[in-house]
């Protein structure tokens, strides 16, 4: 269980350090863009991994190819993994680190699904009024379903608010039907 100390022992490091210089939302918009780049390249990894190469060789090739996309701290945390031979463990770094963030940083990864896209004075006022209830760092993923019909869906974690008027249609039919 060494592989996985060491995983929680470099996820906790990235937290702590994002939070204490208040990077948490930087941090969080760099995990998504490496996550989203080894899931279309999945090649890199191997090429990250591959053991005729020093380690030294691939960490400055990782540095080198997300110096200036991705945040410091990120590349930190990626070279510490590779050092570690962690990079096949990439999905349980990203969650662990998306638990630890709402846990120690009271960030919230924020799901929200509209009939229509969000105005920026919308994104705006829900952003405040998500910020008034939870505190924290939050960081919205919108996505527009018109099945909704209007209203909006919040999904923080597990805990779901329907608004939709789909939802409130389908209610009144259960409640005239009972």
Aim: aromatic share 4%; net charge negative.
């Amino acid at each position: 269980m060494a592989t996985s100390r060491s995983l929680l022992d470099i996820s906790h490091a990235l937290v702590t350090t994002a939070h204490e210089e208040k990077a948490m939302m930087e941090i969080m918009e760099s995990l998504e863009q490496v996550r989203e780049v080894f899931a279309q390249h999945p090649e890199l990894l191997a090429v990250l991994r591959e053991p005729t190469v020093s380690l030294t060789a691939r960490q400055q090739a990782l540095s080198e190819s997300l110096h200036g996309e991705i945040h410091t701290y990120v590349i930190n945390a990626l070279c510490l993994l590779q050092a570690e031979n962690l990079l096949d463990e990439l999905e349980r770094f990203f969650s662990s680190v998306e638990t630890l963030a709402r846990d120690i940083a009271n960030h919230r990864e924020i799901q929200i699904t509209t009939a229509v896209n969000l105005t920026e004075s919308e994104r705006t006022e829900l952003t405040e009024a998500l910020h008034k209830k939870f505190g924290g760092t939050q960081r919205l993923h919108e996505r527009v379903d018109r099945a909704i019909l209007g209203g909006l869906i919040l999904r923080i974690g597990d805990w779901l608010f329907d608004a939709s008027i789909k939802s409130k249609i389908n209610r009144l039919r259960q409640n005239l039907y009972a």
